[in-house]
């Protein structure tokens, strides 16, 4: 009875906590939908100077889990609904990330979408401007821990990206991939036939 009694409360008290943070991002212009959930130490920072403010949308009943950062550093960051985001993922908005409705996204992924420019020798690397590279994620995609998706690609409807892997390509809907970089190892029963590799 007392576990039960506890475990309520302990339930009530973190979403209360997550009520909070949602007020406080609300506050700063994060949109975020009806059911969502953040989790502790999630950082969701659309900055303040006029030029390197951006947009973050998160749909309805989606969940951060803790220590998300989203910065859109001047882009946007878009999630449809029911989407989650494990543990101490980080996403940069630069060139703009969308991700489709009913997504996994493990602990410790990153997601990107813009690169360095490559500069001459002796020439500043931070000193050079970003290239905006859009990376847009479907629906129903499971990213496994610790997946890196670089700027720029698209991964389909339905696919499963394995732990670790480095997305440095597209992925064709229902695809699975693994690797570094990722590559195609087959694809989820019912997915649309496999294109030639």
């Not at 302990?10 to 989790?39: F, K, N, P, Q």
């Not at 130490?41 to 030029?51: E, I, R, T």
């Not at 690397?125 to 990213?143: A, C, H, K, M, Y």
């Not at 499963?160 to 989820?188: C, E, F, M, S």
């Amino acid at each position: 009875m007392k576990t039960t009694f506890f475990a309520r409360l302990l339930e009530r008290t973190r979403r209360l906590a997550s009520s909070v943070r949602i007020a406080l991002a609300g506050i700063t212009g994060t949109r975020i939908g009806d059911g969502c959930r953040l989790g502790p130490g999630c950082d969701l920072g659309l900055g303040s100077a006029a030029p390197r403010r951006g947009v973050i949308e998160l749909g309805d009943e989606c969940e951060l889990a803790t220590g998300v950062i989203l910065h859109p550093y001047g882009g946007s960051i878009r999630l449809a609904r029911n989407i989650f985001v494990g543990p101490c993922t980080v996403i940069y908005g630069h060139g703009g990330v969308t991700i489709g409705a009913d997504t996994l996204i493990a602990m410790n992924c990153r997601i990107l979408s813009s690169n360095h420019t490559i500069a001459p020798f002796a020439t500043p690397i931070r000193s050079q401007p970003d290239v905006l590279r859009p990376t847009g994620i479907g629906r129903d995609v499971w990213l496994g821990a610790g997946v890196t998706v670089l700027g720029g690609v698209t991964i389909g409807d339905g696919c499963i990206v394995g732990a670790g892997a480095v997305v440095t390509k597209d992925l064709p809907p229902g695809a699975i991939a693994h690797g570094t970089p990722a590559k195609v190892q087959g694809y989820r029963p019912g997915a649309p036939a496999a294109p030639n590799l």
